[in-house]
């Protein structure tokens, strides 16, 4: 299984940007996929999932309202699109993979995740 995540880079505060993340093949009959990001000195965070059906999408309280993670089923893909990004969005932002009990299920613990993709760095200057 591979994760290959692009799309980061360096913008300024109140810019957008569009991570993608294509996922090579799963193991699991359903599963999530979803977003962690960790910045420097930090520990690594929950940002967004979504439910195998897409049907199913949550988000952590620092990022809901302007992040919004589409998936794309037939391309096993999924796209975070990050808007009015702020200095504290600056971080490693990393694409997981993980089983879940039904199709419309998603996670929110990092343990959860059994697969991870290599990284993208967000960097957004005020």
């Known amino acids: 299984v591979q994760l290959q995540a692009s799309g980061g880079g360096l913008v300024q505060a109140g810019a957008s940007l569009t991570l993608s993340c294509v996922v090579s093949e799963s193991p699991f009959r359903s599963y999530a996929l979803g977003w962690f990001r960790q910045a420097p000195g930090r520990e690594r965070e929950f940002v967004g999932a979504t439910s195998w059906s897409g049907t199913t999408t949550g988000y952590a309280d620092s990022v809901k309202g302007r992040f919004t993670i589409d998936r794309d089923i037939t391309k096993n893909t999924i796209h975070p699109q990050m808007n009015s990004l702020e200095p504290e969005d600056t971080a490693i932002y990393y694409c997981?993979?993980?089983?879940?009990?039904?199709?419309?299920?998603?996670?929110?613990?990092?343990?959860?995740?059994?697969?991870w993709g290599q990284g993208t760095q967000v960097t957004v200057s005020s």
């Open positions: 997981v993979l993980g089983p879940t009990i039904t199709r419309s299920a998603y996670y929110t613990e990092k343990n959860q995740y059994r697969y």
